[in-house]
């Protein structure tokens, strides 16, 4: 029997399993860290960011993380969130199907191609 793989990640749960697969990382340096990444054009406001990390941590994709750094200079109440194991493969999962669709976008010729560029 085959087991369905799970459904893609929405764009908001994808750009925070993606910031925090180098590590951990709080609230802040995931929305700065999705802003660097887009040159801007995203910005995850804190709703969003926080109902977000919510979903991931009820799905255990995400888990809060003991402590963070603790020479960093911070207000004691930040919260540090890491992968989990099934975050990473979801994380994974979900770059190889966006890798797939930019290959489908640049044989569409929406992309340009290293001969064309």
Known sequence: MAVNPAPPL???AFQVLLALAAGEAHGYAVMRF???VTAGTVRLGPGTLYRTIGRLLAEDLVEEAEGGDPDAPHDARRR???LTPPGRRAAEAEAA???RMVAAATQAGLLPTKERT
């Open 10 to 12: 929405t764009p908001a």
């Open 34 to 36: 999705v802003e660097q």
């Open 80 to 82: 540090y969130y890491r």
């Open 97 to 99: 199907l966006l890798q």
